[in-house]
């Protein structure tokens, strides 16, 4: 916008007049949601045919392999192409050895579904917490979690995310080093094609809530505040994407989104790199319950906060509500 273009007043401009109608409110909508945004949260459990509702999260839940193909099948007849995977495994320990099993959850997953849907864009969340005992993120000695030995564990997993087919590879831990970490080991075998799609302004937020009962994935002790950004920040958030980019980073992401639409306006401004926002399990769960009670109406409010997201910067969004803006927008 040319801030020194002076424009006339009133009665002359009268920014009612194109409002009038649907028609001419349709023609200049400046922010328009459409299917190809959208990126939808799976949580994968081993075992055969469950599909169990999280209760935190109305309408979504954990399904095995099976049923997450079968889930497959629903988001291509919407139209939407890219998931987001995320793995419980059966049993947890010390150092997440379950993250970079070659017979692990999700790269199981990864294997039926690239067979099973060659054309959906696996996208795989690298971190610890939900296969450690203790739900750090990280490797912990001394009750603190150590970055640099973390770093090794991290790229071991996206390596073996990318070897079951990961189109790309997402990692959500919040350590110094980790995109540089994993560029190089991919690099060094070979996935120099693979991007990273770097969780780079990862808030600690009380909005995960729900998220840690869908994963199982809660920290046993204290809190992700020594690795994950303090809400009160917003500089440290343009360091945090520098480095990623620095490192390697193809897409960087903002999460949440919604109360932090301030930090998705200035990457989109001061990067020309694609960002990505995660609209995450309390967003949802929200307007989910007041919905519910009847307070708000549910699917108006999905699709401003929706649109608020695009509006300021973000270029794809994670979403659990991905399904139901789609219905909504393709019936629109
Ligand atoms: C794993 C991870 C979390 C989320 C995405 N990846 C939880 C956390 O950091 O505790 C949150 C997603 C959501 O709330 O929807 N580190
Ligand atoms: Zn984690």
Redesign the pocket.
Known sequence: MNKNHTYPNFPISRLRRLRKTPALRNMFRETHLSKEDFIY?LFVVEGSNIKREISSMPGQFQMSVDSVLRECEELQNLGLNSILL?GIPETKDEVGSGAYDANGIIQKTLRAVKKGFPEMLAIT?V?L??YTSHGH?GVIENEYVQNDKTLELLAKEALSHAENGADIIAP??MMDGRVAAIRKTLDENGFTETPIMA?SA?YSSA??G???EA?E?APQFGD?KSY?MDFGNSDEAMREIALDIQEGADIVMI??AVSYLDIIRRTKENFNIPVAA?H???E?SMIKAAAERGWIDGERVMLESLTAIKRAGADVIIT?FAKEAVELIENR
Do not use: I
């Open positions: 949260p995320f969340d971190c917490c939900e993120c959500s831990d969780y990862k909005l995960y729900p998220f840690r994963a994935s992700r994950q999460k949440p995660y995450v399990s309390g949802y659990y």
